[in-house]
């Protein structure tokens, strides 16, 4: 009779370390400063405004599909939806 465990489970891989950057690159600041030179850093405010603004939304439909796929895939496999 052959083995009816299946192959071995794989190890996890660790992590890999985050690099350490800047939050901020300056030189991506100094680019979108430079798209519009007279405006007294406008352009640069208006963009910031926007990611301010749609950044949580984006978050929320992330969080939605994951939340929505783990399910999908937890159901597929016979597993109890908590």
Same mark, same amino acid.
């Given at each position: 009779?052959? #083995? ?18 800047? !939050? ?9 400063? =430079?798209? #519009?030179?007279?405006? #007294?850093?406008?352009?640069?405010? =208006? ?7 749609? !950044?949580?939304?984006?978050?929320? =439909?992330?969080?939605? !599909?994951?939340?929505? !796929? ?13």
């Amino acid at each position: 009779m052959g #083995n009816l465990a299946g192959p071995p489970a794989a190890r996890p891989q660790p992590i890999p370390p985050v690099p350490d950057l800047p !939050t901020i690159d300056p030189d991506a600041i100094a680019s979108l400063r =430079e798209l #519009n030179p007279g405006d #007294n850093g406008a352009f640069l405010r =208006e963009i910031v405004d926007i990611y301010i603004e749609d !950044t949580p939304k984006r978050i929320a =439909e992330l969080k939605a !599909t994951l939340s929505s !796929t783990s399910h999908a895939r937890r159901a597929s496999a016979g597993w109890p939806s908590w």
